[in-house]
């Protein structure tokens, strides 16, 4: 029988106190910090999803969660982030013109304040993955954000590397949804969409292109994010993770690829439009000023990563030059993007590498 998880649940979080932190940003946004607290600890962790996603992929109820894996470790105060990319959201299925420099400028900083008026002046880890990793690379390089002992970024930072195939996609995708097929997002529920409606045909079109699986939900984020190829191993993931990603996977706009496209064809994190006057608090180059950050990251990616393939292991030898002996890099054998943190056995295989980076940097 079907395993069936309630939908946005906190289930998967045992013998936790939650609390739910709502905060705005400065451009208007509502976001929220959720608090999952088992013991008091003077090292917080702070939890970070990436696009489409939301804290949900860090409080799985079907194995071992990431927060679940820390408390037990001793780091008793976890929070995580759901900010605007969050598929808790409305708003990335809303006619907008959002840029990694509004979450870098607006999210991470408020979100950080919040967190600062409940846990004062201990210290921080936090621990992003995929857009929520590159995002708060920029707000810390940026210096938006300052004070965090540490960061572990999955997948990718602050150089994004693509195959081809997503190239092509993220060039040339946003013009071709918004003003010719619609609609204006995308969205791995499609599948069960009205018939005939675009987003049903799109399912359907796209399906017969991902013989993987049958999962029409999984073929839609392969098209959404994967270079030809799932942004998982499908070893790695629990059959029950695999038959509800349409619960972990919201809907999703195109304006972000077009920022993600400029930083592909930079080789680094750039601003999306050096003029613009609302983000003349943000460096060009967010990699300008490199040699000024002294918080230590760790690069963790899979050696099978089809969305951002090497980026972290050439982000990683970057900044090595730059401030060597600072950050370290750590590549997972037989993994992909998205279950380096979501897969069935991630509390074994890939958990403790960082359990082991977060120890080492607590005081």
Not at 237 to 259: E, I, K, N, Q
Request: glycine share 8%; net charge negative; with cysteine.
């Amino acid at each position: 029988m079907e395993q069936r998880i309630t939908r946005f649940t906190h289930a998967g979080v045992a013998d936790a106190g939650i609390s739910v932190h709502p905060f705005a940003t400065g451009d208007g946004l509502g976001l929220n910090l959720t608090r999952f607290r088992r013991a008091d600890c003077d090292d917080v962790v702070l939890l970070i999803h990436g696009l489409t996603t939301s804290s949900d992929m860090y409080i799985m109820p079907e194995h071992t969660n990431l927060v679940n894996f820390l408390h037990d470790a001793g780091f008793g105060d976890v929070w995580a982030l759901d900010y605007r990319m969050s598929g808790r959201f409305p708003y990335d299925t809303e006619t907008h013109r959002h840029t990694l420099d509004d979450i870098a400028l607006h999210d991470h900083p408020a979100a950080l304040e919040e967190l600062r008026r409940h846990v004062g002046d201990r210290r921080v880890h936090v621990i992003t993955h995929c857009l929520g990793a590159v995002s708060f690379s920029m707000a810390l390089f940026a210096g938006t954000v300052s004070d965090v002992t540490s960061l572990t970024c999955n997948s990718v930072s602050l150089i994004p590397r693509t195959p081809f195939w997503s190239r092509m996609k993220l060039g040339f995708g946003p013009a071709l949804m918004e003003y010719v097929l619609g609609p204006t997002f995308i969205d791995p529920r499609y599948a069960t969409s009205p018939v005939l409606t675009r987003g049903w045909m799109l399912s359907k079109a796209v399906s017969p292109f991902h013989p993987t699986c049958d999962e029409p939900a999984c073929h839609l984020l392969s098209f959404m994010w994967g270079g030809g190829k799932p942004i998982f191993s499908h070893d790695k993931m629990s059959p029950v993770t695999h038959a509800r990603l349409p619960d972990l996977f919201g809907a999703s706009g195109v304006h972000y690829y077009r920022h993600v496209h400029k930083m592909v064809r930079a080789g680094r994190a750039v601003k999306y439009k050096p003029g613009d006057p609302r983000h003349a608090a943000l460096p060009n180059d967010y990699l300008a000023g490199a040699a000024d950050v002294t918080t230590p990251i760790l690069f963790l990616t899979g050696d099978r990563n089809h969305v951002f393939t090497d980026s972290n292991i050439v982000c990683h030898h970057v900044l090595e030059a730059i401030t060597p002996g600072l950050h370290e890099l750590e590549v997972i054998p037989g993994y992909g993007h998205q279950d380096a943190f979501m897969g069935a056995n991630a509390a074994a295989d890939v958990f403790p590498q960082v359990l082991d980076f977060l120890k080492r940097k607590a005081g």
